[in-house]
């Protein structure tokens, strides 16, 4: 395959099409609206839909619509938009609904700065919608990663039966680079569990051996019922704790004891390394030249990139940073992902390099921080 | 076979209803809101499809609650939303037949948008607001489409807001079926639910109904009797309302078809884009 300038927004709609996301639903911001122009152009190629909705809630609440009715769903958006959709975000963690939603960060709060790139959203992305719920976020640090990330986010979400988010930056999303796109035939593209019982037998909400029940869609023979309540395994609803409980234990663990899978990252020069650089998204390109230079000084410094960045790869993170002093994160944003850091590698120093006014880390300010004691 | 019409009644319950699983409700004693169901189910029966091929969503609300009691493919969606998840499943999946209930403020108020955008793209949908003039569920505070004047938990002093007119809201913003019917008039509102169900494009039937435990109780309207007894006494014909002098209109409900046209359906005419963008691919 012959490599070809393309845009972060782009590749992620390409990676859409290529995991057979066959149904978009969004509604114009920037820095995301280049991906539903793809897709409302690519999509009726492969024989998918594309829609533009009335607002970011109701594309949310059609793109949930649409998995239940056996579509591979995805619908982009902004900080704005984000806000929007979070209700239905928790629709979708409590009726465990495949689905992918695409949040290209750009500066907030509000209306912020609509050009420029952020990672101010990794908190709300975690916890958005209200009550607590397992949720897989995915952040790419290059059009390639954008790609490869939407995959495995549509892979994700249709192996454990849960909204997945993929945390762009506009910085990421608006980027041009070259890329070399695998051939088709070598993408893993993962689909749904689907059930061998007879529709009398069929309960949506199982409790199975591997923690995720099979999802039938609608119109198969197989009636039954979805609710935003908390339900019995027939997805009833249930205010019985001997119902609840084991739902809520069941979701987490259909997500806990996956992490192998789940959590996608990558290290370098960690092994000598006396201090680490801990990076994810736009950031880490800043990150990645920044410890190149500090190696050439001489300075032992490793780097850890995160592209799964919830569940927090706790234990990942604590690993690298044993045998180290210091651990620098820097990210757009006062300081989120440090909080985690912070939280699990014990009394090693944090530093965090943080900016939220719209502007990239540059390498060298994390170059300052690696050489700061 | 000639099934005899009790009979009949019995297999419509039997086959559309989850019977033996999910009663008794959630509704108060004398709600209009099962009599909407029973015309629903009539209705689905008339039109003679099976259990599978139909798909009802709801929202939030008193209302919201019906999907869980019959026997079809069932989603209670969130509070105002159920017409953008209705439109996400019928666009994958044509074939069936989407009905989405839904309550006076959960259609107008907290999804009035989804609302006017559903009718506007005539979508395939049929959508049926049961419309207590009240936000039944959360204990009677004022709804859109609660009366000028009228009393409401959260209007001591009166409403000072004017009612949405559904039905010509429907139709102004594109529907293809709109009717109106009440929970008295439950044979004419089932025979208009049927209609609705065939119409290819976006249906809208408003089923009037009532909520005599929070807007009755608060207007002093007296028990569900008589507040059926209303219904059965304003709800008039066309025709009969053409032929009211002025003086007499005010309280009138008027039921009947207002709205009956053929405009392409959307998920007939996005096929015709897939046909299009395949075409230009191929070429
Ligand atoms: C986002 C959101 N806001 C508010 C509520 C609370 N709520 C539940 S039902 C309801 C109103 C129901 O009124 P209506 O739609 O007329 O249905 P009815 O109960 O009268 O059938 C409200 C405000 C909610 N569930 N979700
Ligand atoms: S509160 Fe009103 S609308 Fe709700 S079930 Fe009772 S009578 Fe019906
Ligand atoms: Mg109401």
Redesign the pocket.
Known sequence: MTARLMQGDEACAEGAIAAGCRFFAGYPITPATDIAEVLARRLPQVGGKFIQMEDEIASMAAIIGASVGGAKAMTATSGPGFSLMQ?NIGYACMAEIPCVVVNVQRTGPSTGLPTSPSQGDVMQARWGTHGDHPIIVLSPFSVREAFDLTVRAFNMAEKYRTPVILLMDEMIGHMREKVELPPPETIEVVERVITSVPPEWYKAYENTPSDVPPMISFGQGYRYHITGLFHDERGFPTQRLDEIDPWIARVFRKIERNLRDILIYETDQVEDAEVVVIAYGATARSARHAVRLAREQGLRVGFLRLSTIWPFPERIVAEVAERIHRVIVPEMNLGQLALEVERVVGRRKVIRVGKANGEMIAPREILDAIGRG | MVVKKQERESLVHERYLRHQKKFPHVWCAGCG?GIVMGAIVRAVDAVGLSNDEVAMIS??????RMPVYVDFNTMHT???RALAFATGLKMVRPEMKVIVV??????L??GGNHFIHAARRNIGLTAII???N?????GG?Y?PTTPTHAYATTAPYGNIEQPFPICQLAEAAGAAFVARSTVYHARELSRFITQAIQKEGFSVVEAVSY?HTTYGRINKLGSAVEMMRRLKENGVSQRAFERLPEEERADKIVRGVFVDRDIPEYTQLYDQIIARAQQAVAA
Request: hydrophobic residues 30%.
């Open positions: 209700e | 809101i929202g939030i609300g008193c209302s919201g969130t509070h105002g839904m309550g006076d403020g959960d259609a108020a907290i049961i419309n207590n009240v936000y039944g569920m959360t505070q709804s909520c």
